[in-house]
């Protein structure tokens, strides 16, 4: 299960706007690389809605089936909010509504 946490307004090149979901999961538990130590954490991601903004709105705090997966992607720059730094990531998270996919297989097909 995730929960739509959040909406944002995302304004196109055709000046036309669209509003993105802010999804959460559930707590999950996580190994510091750098400290070795556990911390709990949840996965977010996004996805594209057709819905207005008052849609949206009304949507926050509702329950979907699915779950948030982590994605091999291209090494990207992503700056941690809290502390400014800047470190790379070659993962992304993305919705799954069946809480089915298989994070190996997924980053097998990337690779093919």
């Known amino acids: 299960m995730v ?6 307004v ?3 090149e055709d000046d036309t706007n669209f509003c993105m979901l802010i999804l959460e999961g559930g707590l999950e538990v996580a ?3 750098q400290t070795g130590k556990f911390y709990a954490t949840k996965r977010t991601c ?4 057709t819905f207005d903004e008052e849609t949206c709105k009304g949507l926050i705090g509702q329950k979907m089936h699915g779950k948030i997966v982590k994605v091999e992607s291209e ?3 992503y700056e941690i909010p809290s502390t400014g730094e800047t470190i790379q990531l070659n993962y992304s998270f993305e ?3 069946n809480g089915e996919f298989n ?3 997924l980053q097998n097909e990337m690779v093919s």
């Open 3 to 8: 929960i739509i946490k959040d909406y944002k």
């Open 46 to 49: 996004s996805i594209s809605s």
């Open 103 to 105: 994070e190996e297989v």
């Open 31 to 33: 190994k510091s690389n």
């Open 95 to 97: 919705f799954d509504p």
């Open 75 to 77: 090494p990207y720059d």
């Open 10 to 12: 995302i304004e196109k």
